[in-house]
DNA sequence: AGCAATAGCGTACACGTGTACGCTTAAATT
DNA sequence: AATTTAAGCGTACACGTGTACGCTATTGCT
């Protein structure tokens, strides 16, 4: 019952997925990476590979999933820094950059698989980004009582503009350019948000003097 | 002097770069591309590539200008159409909208070489992204009358959010689908317009104040 | 007219790929 | 204790890849 077996095929497998997610950089894309060289780097022979993962698409989606675990941990981590008091903008984009920072690789994956070459990848990226804009939507509905549509459109616009400058922090190394994005990123979500409370303030008003 | 031998030329390296746009779609990049593929697509033999283009690589950047030159026609036809009035807002969004319905490919090669492996690729891609949000910034600056960081930040974040919702668009086969993130779109970009307007406003009474 | 340049082709090679198959060895089950 | 199960390995194969090399045929230059 203790299942020695069972425990030493879950560890070869994370050295599988680990070996994978560590091949991952700059110049190398989860796609252009080959079952040999995953096995490889694992320390395994080729057709082991086989015995964890049928496919290098398994693997792949595998791996999606722990990026969207790892975006799930940054949701939970701005709400504990949130909660301790200050800007909330400013905090989850500081947030966000310390995870770039130390998960690069994981990012990577989801930017590039997001605009893939296959379907499964970008159906399963696309889900884990929905629901990262999905539980941003509820806090904001929430805490500025917007507008359900409004809100939506502002969250969607906040994420998009948040990821796409994590795409390009992660080309950074200087710090202070690093540091300079973020303010300038801050500032953008300060638009978005300015113009989701004045729509949102419109819509109210409308629907009271309609009555 | 006619030139026959350099125009038969120039005519079967077009061979080729059409062969590699058309082989581009969802499922299939650029990167994923062999010279082997192309130069058949093209109906040449695989060695005669290399008369006009040493590596897969230029090929690519040639693509990459070509979608460059796309993508600055793009604002030419944009500009021309706000000429006959109407929200400057809206028509740029419908203005791209097209674009990306007729030429798929070459966005899509922009969208993925962007965070894509080769790093040569990304720096073209960036160059013309900065290109085209620079004259966004210039004419922001200039018909809003916008402090000149608070227009490049709008600009920036325009150009992001609207790229984002080509990259969705591709996706969608539905037509209805794609007008309704067309709405949500222009909305997005109005947030941001009212947010930057309000900021440059603050900016300059505060500069007066303080003289 | 004669020579040089060159676009395009075919052959050939070494290399990396995914994966089928059978074997070994150790854990699990009986 | 005997048997079944399964993780991991090595070998082997067919296939697609980039590209070096030499050849042909046509254009351009003198």
Redesign the interface.
């Known amino acids: 019952m203790s299942g020695v077996r069972a425990q030493q095929k879950e560890k070869t497998r994370r050295l599988l997925v680990d070996a994978a997610l560590n091949q991952l950089s ?4 989860f ?2 990476l080959s079952l040999r060289e995953v096995a490889k780097e694992a320390g395994l022979a080729p057709t082991s590979f086989y015995r964890h993962f049928s496919d290098m698409d398994e693997l792949g989606l595998t791996l999606v999933d722990e990026a969207g675990l790892t975006l799930r941990q940054l949701m939970r981590q701005a709400r504990q820094r949130i909660a301790k008091g200050g800007s909330v903008i400013q905090i989850s984009v500081e947030t966000f950059m310390e995870l770039i920072e130390s998960n690069g690789n994981v990012f ?1 994956l989801l ?2 698989e ?6 499964a990848f ?1 159906a399963a990226v696309i889900r884990e980004i929905r629901y990262f804009t999905m539980e941003l939507c509820d806090y904001l509905q929430q805490a500025n009582d917007l507008d359900s549509e409004v809100a939506y ?2 969250a ?2 906040a994420v ?2 948040v990821f ?1 400058a994590g ?1 390009d922090a992660l ?1 950074m190394e200087d710090k202070t350019e690093r540091v300079q994005l973020s303010k ?1 990123t801050i ?2 979500l ?7 409370a ?2 949102s303030d419109r819509r109210k008003a409308g629907r009271k003097t309609r009555k």
């Open positions: 700059a110049a190398r894309s796609s252009s990577r930017l590039r997001r605009s893939g070459t296959s379907a970008r459109m502002q969607n616009a998009t503009i796409s795409s080309d300038q500032q953008q300060r638009f978005i948000a300015r113009g989701a004045e729509l």
